[in-house]
């Protein structure tokens, strides 16, 4: 028991050799040498080394077969015994060996080189145990990715079923409809065409009649009786002739539809991998814009910097630094750069060709803007904020005059909490992520052309079942989808342009924390968080 004695006298607390956590060891494995909680002996040690000697430590150190080192016969010499070990060679040597080559190599005990070697295979045999959990704990993980992929191929198969059919109901309908309506139309014609030929029909008979009459009258002998009814016979062949507009009459067509993805659907697939990532001299980038030179323009409101920088190789060279405190910023289709700026109504400016700050024709005093947007037609879309706790967003043209302004629903309740970042897609729709502060959540309101909201999204509740829906960037993709930075969750919220959630991406997954604004730029985008990620992104 001088084993269980000297754990007692020491008291030094050892983890388990496998879960490396658990201090209440319970067992010893005496072939590997593993000290082992009781969990990790059921579930872990007894699945992959079913035939070791597992006994309770306080067993550990009861009497068991000694050794003989003895009589051990040198493998050089069959005559003589082996009596030492020399670690230089590493072998068994007798007398003889010693005196003629291993005299001066460093010698010890055999029990002594018996128990190191028994140490060393105890921790190789405790590596390979260890290797062999993390393959059965990788053996488990690819186990459940392939349960998921089976999960999702299912779902996905019976989403694609489901809309086969919403499909074929629809197109059965439409059909109907069209037949309904050819059906109506053609029985409209039908009935201006009998009611033409009744009228055609009558008139000919007429004609006939007075054409029987006059024929009869031209044959008359009789010159004073002709005299006398002549002008009643020239006023009676006058016949109303019914005349139906057979030239301007529309003739139908059936146009058929062209069946594309976009009527269908597509099976969608997202991926996200790094291209660079680059470390700024701000605090976080709250805020970028790229130019089409591929310069960026970065800034922290934090921080009260604006910069202009180019990506070289892994590097960020500065181009411009402006110490001023943005809100919000794009570029035109012309290259300056537009600012919402602290305490100004009307954008700042920086001029592609001079690089200086100036005023622009953009003012929506006496609101303050928070946010800017340049749609692809050259309207300026701005969110913005008023002291009484207004908050709204405006339309604006080229010439700096509002063309729309969204405040209110049609209960005539505010729309808004704080509509931080704006985009917008080609159906016309207007996507703001918008931000409550006191109640720590947010969503993104979808604006459609006639200043209706379209819809609200407030986050997933698989995604934000513990943590709130806080949508800190929103940007367009190439295929007109929107991808949203749910920063608390470290998730990209892939939405269509309806503003309906199609999928999601893990930034974590990329070891990408805390991503806050996002941008595109010749289709790769752009991630601000501590650093500055450029990243290729497929499949939205």
């Not at 291993?102 to 260890?130: G, R, V």
């Not at 009459?213 to 002998?221: A, G, K, R």
């Not at 059936?254 to 069946?259: A, M, Y």
């Amino acid at each position: 028991m001088a084993f269980s004695k000297s754990v007692i006298r020491s008291q030094i607390p050892i983890n388990c050799n496998l879960c490396e956590t658990e201090k209440n060891i319970k067992w010893k494995c005496l072939t590997c040498g593993v000290l082992m909680c009781s969990t990790c002996k059921d579930k872990i040690h007894l699945r992959i080394a079913k035939d070791h000697k597992v006994v309770n430590i306080k067993n550990v150190g009861l009497p068991v077969q000694e050794l003989d080192f003895t009589n051990i016969i040198c493998q050089d010499h069959s005559e003589q015994s082996s009596c030492l070990f020399c670690t230089k060679c590493d072998k068994l040597v007798c007398p003889t060996c010693v005196s003629k080559i291993h005299k001066k190599h460093d010698l010890t005990e055999i029990s002594d080189a018996y128990n190191l070697k028994i140490d060393k295979l105890k921790k190789k045999q405790s590596k390979l145990q260890k290797e062999k959990y993390e393959i059965i704990a990788t053996k488990d993980q690819l186990n459940q990715f392939q349960n998921a992929d089976n999960s999702n191929y299912t779902k996905v198969s019976t989403d694609i079923l489901n809309h086969e059919k919403v499909l074929k109901q629809a197109v059965e309908k439409h059909i109907a409809k069209l037949r309904n309506e050819l059906e109506q139309n053609h029985k409209a014609s039908s009935k201006v065409n009998e009611e033409c030929t009744k009228a055609i029909s009558k008139s000919e008979r007429q004609i006939d009649e007075k054409y029987s009459d006059v024929q009869d009258f031209i044959h008359t002998t009789d010159i004073s009786k002709f005299f006398q009814n002549v002008n009643r016979i020239e006023k009676s062949t006058e016949v109303s002739i019914p005349k139906p507009n057979i030239s301007r009459r529309s003739t139908l067509q059936f146009i058929p539809g062209e069946v594309t993805q976009s009527n269908i659907g597509v099976l969608l697939e997202v991926s996200l991998g790094i291209v660079n990532q680059y470390q700024t001299n701000l605090s976080f980038v709250s805020d970028l814009s790229p130019c089409p030179d591929d310069s960026l323009w970065i800034s922290c409101d934090l921080d009260e910097v604006l910069l202009k920088v180019k990506p070289e190789g892994t590097n960020l060279k500065t181009i411009s630094t402006f110490n001023i405190q943005v809100y919000g910023m794009a570029i035109t289709a012309s290259d300056n750069l537009l600012l919402a700026v602290s305490g100004k109504s009307r954008l700042q400016m920086i001029r592609r060709t001079t690089g200086k700050i100036t005023d622009s024709v953009y003012d929506i005093s006496p609101f303050l803007p928070i946010a800017i947007h340049v749609t692809s037609g050259g309207q300026v879309i701005l969110g913005g904020s008023y002291k009484e706790g207004r908050r709204a967003v405006f339309v604006l043209n080229k010439n700096g005059d509002h063309e729309a302004v969204y405040e209110h629903d049609q209960y005539n309740q505010p729309i808004f909490d704080n509509p931080s970042e704006i985009t917008s897609t080609s159906n016309g729709n207007i996507h703001v992520a918008d931000y409550h502060a006191d109640k720590d959540c947010g969503k993104v309101v979808v604006l459609g052309q006639a200043g209706d909201v379209v819809n609200i999204y407030k986050g997933d509740t698989e995604i934000n079942k513990k943590v709130p829906f806080i949508p800190a960037g929103i940007v367009t993709t190439p295929r007109d989808n929107l991808i949203v930075v749910d920063m608390d969750t470290d998730s990209l919220h892939i939405l269509n342009n309806s503003g309906q959630l199609i999928t999601y991406i893990k930034t974590t997954d990329n070891g990408i924390e805390r991503a806050g604004s996002l941008a595109f730029s010749r289709g790769q985008l752009y991630i601000g968080c501590y650093m500055l990620y450029k990243v290729n992104i497929s499949g939205c």
